[in-house]
């Protein structure tokens, strides 16, 4: 009565300070996707990626520009010239000196060609965008592993903890009927106490699973940005669950780092051309209206607004800059090597993990099946065991051993089909399919 007393008020406590949520499988998916704060930043890294490459395709289009001037000089005296040998000849003012300039352009102007160095760029953007996109997949299915781990590992405490509640209240009942012996004199006090010791072991884990049900609830309100307070309550059918077949041999190819990789290559082997872009001349086009006062295109200068307009082809080339872009390139070479290599030790690190996930899967069916036998041979050899006892034909021991087999055997049955069910999200995550 007592523990019965003090669950209530745990429970009592609980709810009061805590808000239940119940989760079904699917539900701990969507949640992670929407609420996940990892996931949201490598959402912003897409986003900061696709405005990188809007930023270079902007630069490839015609741009208008506005320059304006304001000049205040100094006093300066006119530039005026006497023609030698002739008496009183007139002085010819040259340049009329302008203390206050004004000057005004508008220019359009777009380059014709760069050694195709911006579309390389633009190419190049394009697959380091996909590795953005390719990361933030690669995170996805780390944390929604994470979380349906954590998930399912908290549907089986949370059974546990049932499962421990029936042992108690049937150690209960035993206690009862043993105690009925005793007063009869039929039992022996120490027999009692080993009921009184089957108890006290229940209970303690009892309140060891407690603790470890709020370690992952905590875990996993933490993953899906929710209140700690926030009770998470699993919602599954476990045997249907089971029913779903294993995953047929995937190509790795698939994954998101592999992918991330591969697209890692090829933006740089695009980033290579850009460098090689540098050696070829680049061409401009260059137009402009200017409105000036005065305007320095006209001589002589005159202190009047004029307009006046120009079209430019520029060429630009670097007779020698000592190879810089070769050197650049060999670079990039040696990054694009570097990321192979990855990318082969990450294929080959797979296939072993596959290798020992497709083992390991087998082995936990054999091992469901066994745990099912034994669990039928326990509660078969309980039933027997307790007819006995209430007879007075089996000692209190032998009853507390039957009921412990019964019990770990239920632990053991539970433990497999989840295990079955996380060793095959393990392999959704090794194949990146969440």
Known sequence: MMLKTILILLFAFQIIFSQELYLSHEEVVKLTLENNLTIKTYKSKVDQAELKKKEIFLGMLPQLKFAGRYSRLSEIEPFIIELPFISGSPKINVYEPVEEQLFTRISLEFPLFTGLRQINSIKAQEKFLNVSQEELRQVINEIIYKAKDIYLKLFIAYKSIELIETNIEYLESQKKIAQNFFDNGLLQKNEILKIDIALTQARIKFFDHQNLIDNLNSSLCQILDLNVNTKIIPSLELDKLLTEKNLEDENFT???????????????????????????????????????????????????????????????????????????????????????????????????????????????????????????????????????????????????????????AEIKLLDSKVRIILLREELKKLFGLY
Request: aromatic content about 12%; hydrophobic content about 35%.
């Open 254 to 408: 698939v994954r998101p780092d592999i992918k991330a990789i591969q697209n890692y290559i090829l933006g740089y082997e695009y980033l290579k051309k850009v460098n090689i872009g540098s050696l070829f001349p680049n061409l401009y086009f260059n137009a402009g209206y200017d409105y000036a006062k005065p305007n320095q295109k006209y001589f002589p200068v005159k202190n009047e607004w004029k307009y006046s307009w120009d079209l430019n082809i520029v060429l630009q080339f670097n007779l020698w800059d000592w190879l810089l872009p070769i050197n650049r390139a060999r670079q990039i070479d040696l990054q694009i090597k570097q990321a192979e290599y990855q990318l082969n030790q990450l294929l080959k690190k797979y296939e072993i993990e596959l290798s020992d996930l497709k083992s390991r899967l087998d082995n936990e069916t054999l091992k469901k099946e066994l745990n099912l036998m034994e669990l039928k041979y326990a509660e078969e050899n309980l039933k027997i065991n307790e007819n006995k006892f209430k007879e007075g034909l089996v000692t209190v021991t032998d009853l507390l051993d039957a009921n412990r087999q019964k019990i770990e």
